[in-house]
C-alpha cells in the first residue's frame, strides 16, 4: 500500500473503506448479472450473510438458484441447507420426529 492511500485510510478511516466495498459489491453484481456462476454464489453468501449488503434470505436463495442453474454444486448444497432450515421444514421435520416412535 503506497503512503496516500495509507494517508487517506487515516485520515477519512472507515469511509473510504465503506466506498472500497461499495465498488466491490457493485464489481460482484456486475459479473453475477452477466452470469458468472461464482459471482451468483459470492453475491448470495452476502445477502445470507448480510456481509457489505443488508440481510436478504430471498435474494440470498434467488442468486444461489440461478448459479446452481450454471452447474455450481455449493450454491446447490446451499439451496439444500436454506430449504432444510426455513420454519416450516423445521415444524415438519420436528413432526416426523414425532411420529416414528
Known amino acids: 500500500m503506497d ?3 495509507l494517508l487517506t485510510r487515516i485520515v477519512f478511516g472507515d469511509w473510504f ?4 466495498i461499495s465498488t466491490q459489491i457493485a464489481e460482484l453484481r456486475k459479473k453475477a448479472e452477466f452470469g458468472d456462476p461464482q459471482a451468483q454464489y459470492e453475491l448470495g453468501n452476502c445477502y445470507h450473510n448480510g456481509t457489505n449488503v443488508p440481510e436478504n434470505p430471498e435474494a440470498a436463495v434467488r442468486w444461489w438458484q440461478r448459479a446452481a442453474n450454471l452447474g455450481h454444486k455449493d450454491a446447490a448444497t446451499m439451496l439444500k441447507f436454506s430449504a432444510e432450515n426455513t420454519p416450516s421444514a423445521k415444524f415438519f421435520q420436528f413432526l416426523g420426529g414425532r411420529h416414528r416412535d
Not at 473503506?17 to 472500497?20: K, T
Open 3 to 5: 503512503w496516500r492511500r
Open 17 to 20: 473503506r465503506n466506498d472500497e
